[in-house]
């Protein structure tokens, strides 16, 4: 209890606080890419840093992907191109960015003592903790709406800087080149809720700086949108009206050009709200029950009720969604939780086991436990022994043997492996176990395993 106690105080939390960062930057370096959708943006990146095409997001070489704005792939990329293209590089940007959130987010701490709680707190979040590791458009989409809900937050106070207003609608411009409108979505009607609310909204839209705001807001983002749609027309039709509507309403979309919905029951995202903030979820449970009948007469917690709220609220009626659109909304949640903070007397206990959650999961990979996991979902290990032949890919290659093998491998039908054996030329290439069962046996006959996994497997030609 001792030790519990002594977390808290300031040196302890900051020290803890880079623990956790650098604990994760480890992780982010030994950990491979992942498919599908990890290894899919990373790969994007990588075509884009080798290309230089910074304006058309490419799936593949002359392929355009119209599904997500660019800023988190311009992240990616830049960090490839100053640095090299590993794991680590790829991930450094959102490692970046995340660390930079909780840092920032403890400024608005109410007890100053306790300045890097809110971030202690985010990266004992497994969802926050998760993608500070993983290549996503997600977390620049958190940036974005931190930035918007804090900067509006902040031009309301009583002598504000003006600079909170020109920060909001930076926030905007930011949430439209890493997610697209949604920005909007996801930060104007808790904000226009609160203000009613708080008979504010007069306030609001007078101070707001609407013609140096709004030109911020466009020269950061339109001038993109402009470009993509020039360089690949049909792009806006593709990205406003499909994946903004038809993603989250159509549950029979079929116009997904890189996947498919994932079908979900209907507010489930509340499921992902609680399970993917444990241990944390439990004490918000305890004080949101505490504050909900006095909450409208505090406008702190109030602000940060709606922001929790709207979220999972406008996501419950889509059957199309994954759990990384709750990540926004674990900013209130650690702002919600630090601020009520001294009024949980099983405080320490909670921090306690937050804090011991990515150490078990660094111990767990130390163990090698979690090798076998890794390795089943990447084909890192695959290319890696290619040694220095041509490698090739039976009818489809993943996003992780795209990007490890830097764009190299193709692929091949059945016609095409039988002319390779019959040239006698050795090569590689990357079969999967259900795709090797429906090969001829005189061709199976020719070709040697060398490596797998639990999902594929690589073979060279017999000598």
């Known amino acids: 209890m001792i030790f519990l106690a002594n977390l808290e105080r300031q040196q302890i939390l900051k020290r803890s606080f880079w623990a956790l960062v ?39 070489y002359g392929i355009p992907f119209w599904a997500k704005p660019p800023l988190s792939t311009w992240a990616s990329a830049l960090s490839i191109s100053l640095f ?51 290549v996503s458009t997600d977390v620049f989409l958190t940036l974005s709406t931190t930035i918007v809900m804090l900067a509006f937050w902040k031009s309301m106070q009583l002598g504000a800087s003006k600079k909170w207003g020109y920060f ?13 409108p949604l920005i909007g979505v996801l930060t104007l009607p808790p904000i226009i809720v609160w203000c009613l609310i708080q008979h504010k909204l007069f306030k609001a839209l007078k101070t707001a700086p609407w013609l140096l705001g709004s030109l ?6 339109l001038p ?7 360089a690949s027309p049909g792009f806006i039709d593709y990205f406003i009206v499909g994946e903004h509507f038809n993603r989250y309403f159509n549950s029979e979309w079929v116009g997904d050009k890189y996947g498919f919905p994932k079908q979900q029951p209907y507010g489930i995202v509340w499921v992902f709200l609680f399970a993917f903030c444990l241990p944390w979820s439990i004490f918000l449970i305890q004080s949101l029950r505490k504050k909900i009948r006095t909450i409208r007469h505090h406008p702190w917690g109030l602000f940060l009720l709606f922001w929790m709220l709207w979220t999972p609220l406008f996501f419950s009626t889509s059957s199309s969604l994954i759990h990384p659109y709750i990540l926004p909304v674990t900013i209130p949640v650690a702002l919600w939780i630090s601020h009520f903070w ?14 011991s959650i990515p150490v078990i999961l660094f111990v767990v990979y130390l163990s090698g436990f979690a090798k076998p996991l890794l390795e089943n979902n990447t084909d890192k290990y695959l290319i890696e022994n290619s040694a220095a032949l041509p490698i090739y890919a039976l009818q489809k290659k993943t996003y992780s043997s795209q990007f490890y093998s830097q764009g190299k491998i193709k692929i091949v039908d059945t016609l095409g492996l039988k002319k390779m054996i019959d040239s006698n030329t050795q090569f590689k290439i990357i079969i999967d176990h259900r795709t090797l069962e429906n090969i001829s046996p005189k061709i199976k006959n020719r070709l040697n395993k060398k490596i797998e996994h639990k999902k594929r497997g690589i073979y060279m030609l017999k000598e």
């Open 216 to 221: 911020i807001m466009t020269t950061i983002a």
């Open 22 to 60: 650098i604990l994760r930057g480890f992780l982010n370096a030994v950990i491979p890419l992942m498919d599908k959708t990890e290894a899919r943006y990373a790969e994007i990146a990588r075509i884009m840093a080798e290309t230089q095409n910074w304006i058309v997001l490419q799936i593949d």
């Open 342 to 355: 001294n009024e949980n007397k099983k405080r320490t206990l909670y921090l306690g086991i937050g804090i």
């Open 168 to 180: 909001f609608f930076l926030g905007l411009g930011l949430g439209l080149l890493a997610k697209g």
């Open 84 to 134: 090299d293209a590993s794991a680590f590089f790829v991930r450094l940007p959102y490692l970046i960015v995340c660390s930079f959130i909780g840092w920032w987010i403890g400024q608005f701490n109410r007890d100053k003592g306790l300045h890097y709680l809110p971030g202690i707190i985010l990266l004992t979040l497994p969802e926050f903790f998760l993608h500070a590791g993983v």
């Open 224 to 230: 993109w949108y402009i470009l993509t749609e020039k």
